[in-house]
């Protein structure tokens, strides 16, 4: 049981990484970031099954981690309160031409990284977007004048 318990406190680690790690950062990770994720894994798996080696400890470890992660989507989708805390909520980035740069700021996104999202859309002139939305799952939505709509992925904000 005890690795059960302690699956459980790691998921609930993992999970609020990833929500204080930010929507941009997770929308492409870089190649340094990865590893370190990965290897964050590995650690961690340590500490899940409390140095025991076996293979019923890994799979109660895996086990309780797949579990966990069902149960909390058929919360999330169930109850649009636990959503908006799980996955977080669509912010509003550009409106009218006009970046907010304090949601860019609170989002960790930097500014030239929402111009890189908007060319690789082919918008040229911010000025020409209507609105932009950083969706929770880091990619950039971006709605123009002329009433054409297109994503592109979260970069890494720096």
Known sequence: METVVRAAVVFLVLWAITRVVGRSTLGELSSFELIVFITMGDLVQQGVTGQDSSVTGAILAVGTMASLTIILAWFNARSRRLHAIVTGRPVVVVTRGVTDRGALRRERLAYDDLLGAARQ?????LDTVRLAVLEPNGKISFFTTD???GAA???EAG
């Open 153 to 155: 992925d979260g970069t």
């Open 147 to 149: 009433g054409t709509s």
């Open 121 to 125: 859309q082919g918008i040229e002139d």
